[in-house]
């Protein structure tokens, strides 16, 4: 989590320094906390595309306070998860303190070494592969009933329809014709049917390079955590080798794919499948994943008011559109996305050649 520039106080900013003060004050050895009576200073932090707010304490150590609204936000089911996956071996931030009812909770502080921060030419193989040995470990734990819903079709189908609903109807403006809508829902059906066809496990749901903490000499950190659920074997490697926030060249992708899939034969994670099938079901669940993303970015940005998210698009329509030309089954909805919707996205502000988007001298230049 990076540092947020807007410091406006509020009530529940408050509200949640005044709880913080309270679980301190009852008792939590390593921790002291600033010489000032009753005074902790909250710095805030960029958070998440959900509701939460993420403020940086100045205790020793520092800890991360977090403002979670009751009715937008469940802290039950984020403890429990919590709990659970650090007993197995994942490095969720420990739960110092959580106030249920309020929304309130004290974390454990990753640090704000994200994996996007230390990815480039000369890293990457190496952190890829240690953060592909913790998604191994995610997906050998073992289900607990009642705390991993099923990825199941209604869920995914309910995601990709974002696609329509968002992208097209409320940020471009365009009502679809009743064939347009069966050219989608017969490509969605295509993308539900391999899903229901792998192998199922722990998908921690968002496993990419802004949820990954990268610490020295320790096992990376693992936050947003809080949507896992219990599906596709090549969801949470496709969040993260298609990334959309950063691009990796796609023969290099796929060998990492490959790579993956046989150390998980080899774990026993899944059953003997041969390349093909194992990089058409990641394909695949990726594409599900980028319509996803193509409706929920601007529901964020229209419903939200978050306006970062609208510039990586074009990334994800590079990897929609690519990954689509390998397909005889996946190339109508291309030719129809190319021909209606590219020329209605292209006169968006936020818009960039999505043929480059997310070339390394071009993420480079726009950091820079």
Request: proline fraction near 6%.
């Amino acid at each position: 989590m990076n540092e947020c520039v807007s410091q406006v106080p509020d009530e529940r900013r408050d509200q949640l320094r005044q709880w913080a003060v309270r679980a301190l004050q009852a008792g939590h050895e390593p921790l002291q906390l600033p010489p000032l009576e009753n005074t902790l200073h909250l710095q805030p932090l960029s958070g998440d595309a959900g509701f939460r707010r993420y403020f940086r304490t100045d205790t020793t150590p520092s800890l991360i306070a977090v403002d979670s609204p009751p009715g937008k936000t469940n802290v039950s089911r984020f403890v429990a998860l919590a709990d659970y996956l650090r007993r197995n071996g994942i490095h969720t931030p420990l739960v110092i303190s959580a106030d249920i009812e309020h929304g309130y909770m004290l974390l454990e502080d990753l640090g704000d070494t994200q994996l996007l921060r230390e990815l480039n030419d000369d890293s990457v193989s190496g952190l890829y592969a240690e953060v592909m040995s913790e998604l191994l470990c995610l997906q050998q734990i073992s289900r607990q009933e009642g705390l991993f819903p099923p990825y199941n079709r209604e869920l995914l189908h309910m995601e990709m329809r974002l696609l329509p609903e968002w992208l097209v109807g409320k940020l471009l403006q365009r009502e679809l014709s009743e064939e347009e809508n069966q050219l989608l829902e017969r490509t969605f059906a295509h993308l539900l049917d391999s899903a229901s066809s792998q192998p199922q496990v722990l998908v921690h749901r968002d496993y990419h390079s802004r949820n990954l903490m990268i610490r020295d000499g320790e096992r990376p950190g693992v936050v947003d955590f809080q949507d896992a659920v219990w599906g596709p074997v090549t969801y949470d490697l496709a969040s993260l080798l298609r990334d959309c926030y950063i691009r990796w060249p796609r023969e290099q992708v796929e060998n990492w794919a490959l790579a993956y899939a046989s150390t998980a034969m080899d774990a026993g994670v899944i059953p003997q499948v041969d390349g093909k099938t194992f990089l058409r079901w990641f394909d695949w669940i990726g594409l599900q994943r980028h319509f996803k993303v193509l409706g929920l970015f601007p529901r964020l940005y229209l419903r939200d008011g978050k306006h970062g998210y609208l510039p990586d698009l074009p990334l994800v329509i590079r990897y929609t559109l690519e990954v689509c030309d390998k397909y005889e089954e996946m190339q109508p909805f291309a030719q129809w996305f190319r021909t209606e919707l590219l020329p209605l996205i292209e006169q968006q502000d936020w818009y960039r050649d999505y043929r480059t988007a997310g070339d390394r001298r071009n993420v480079e230049t726009e950091s820079s």
